[in-house]
């Protein structure tokens, strides 16, 4: 039996609601940046597809601006729900406006292996707890 997932990629879309700072990790600043290694937050994804809803533990790295605040951030995340995980990592920016631009990409394990997925988020507001708009895909890998 062939489905729809065998043949096409799947898109979703929702938002995600960040959580507590479960780790800060370490701040430093060096030559007009602010950097962070290793902070670790927890977040909740809500979308259209069940399999990509769920609980989030988001690893965070960035190299900003000391002045605007702007610059490259990365890391991984896992997300899990009662289906199965996806490993995750991620890169994304900053704006001086403070506009938060993040692409995703996820293995599926657990209920999902063999499953790929994809995630861009977006998040306009500068306040650092405002949500994401999310959207992507799953695929077959």
């Known amino acids: 039996m062939t489905t729809e997932i065998d043949t096409l990629k799947v ?7 960040m959580g507590a700072v479960i780790n800060p990790g370490s701040t430093t600043q060096e030559n007009g940046r602010f950097i962070i290694r290793g902070m ?20 965070v790295n960035a190299w900003f601006d000391g002045a ?6 990365w890391g991984t ?12 990592a991620w890169i994304g920016q900053r704006t001086a406006a403070g506009v938060s ?28 707890n405002a949500p994401f708009t999310v959207n992507g895909y799953v695929t077959k890998r």
């Open 11 to 17: 898109s979703f879309e929702g938002i995600e609601r």
């Open 40 to 59: 670790f937050q927890q977040a909740q994804d809500e979308v259209t597809d069940p399999r990509l809803s769920g609980d989030l533990t988001i690893e």
């Open 77 to 88: 995340f896992i997300l899990e729900n009662n289906g199965g995980k996806w490993l995750s």
């Open 101 to 128: 631009t993040l692409e995703a990409w996820g293995n599926g394990i657990d209920g999902y292996e063999g499953l790929l997925a994809h995630w861009n988020y977006v998040r306009q507001n500068p306040d650092p």
């Open 68 to 73: 605007t605040f702007s610059g490259p951030m």
